[in-house]
């Protein structure tokens, strides 16, 4: 069974920075970031396949968030930067173990296998 647990989330002013980790129990490949609303349907906003070094965003994230991995702790990172109150949301993290995920689907949520519990990130103005 693969574990996945993510850590990280908070309360921030916005302009505010959070980093959120993503810890799993095997090594994968495909890692992604995906976050839900109250009352809007869950979002793909960063991943990234390892085989070959892509990276994805979502519009709304790009060029203030930052998804990075530790092959060797078999964790992967979303560094948050000039937060909204429009990121407020429940971030789950989610891996895909095999060596061919569905890397040309990167932000969606059907290439992942295994999610975490998830993690509240609250951005007041």
């Known amino acids: 069974q693969v574990h996945v647990v993510e850590s990280g989330g908070g309360s921030v002013l916005a302009g505010g920075s959070l980093m959120l980790s993503c810890a799993a129990s095997d090594s994968s490949y495909c890692m992604g970031w995906f976050r839900q609303a109250p009352g809007k349907e869950r979002e793909g906003i960063a991943a990234?396949?390892?085989?070959?070094?892509?990276?994805a965003y979502s519009d709304s994230v790009k060029g203030r968030f930052t998804i990075s991995h530790d092959n060797t702790k078999k964790t992967h990172y979303l560094q948050m930067n000039t937060l909204t109150p429009e990121d407020t949301a429940m971030y789950y993290c989610?891996?895909?173990?095999?060596?061919?995920?569905?890397?040309?689907?990167?932000?969606?949520?059907?290439?992942?296998?295994?999610w975490g519990q998830g993690t509240q990130v609250t951005v007041s103005s």
């Open positions: 990234l396949y390892t085989g070959r070094a892509l990276t």
């Open positions: 989610a891996i895909d173990i095999r060596v061919g995920c569905n890397y040309w689907g990167l932000l969606s949520a059907t290439t992942y296998k295994y």
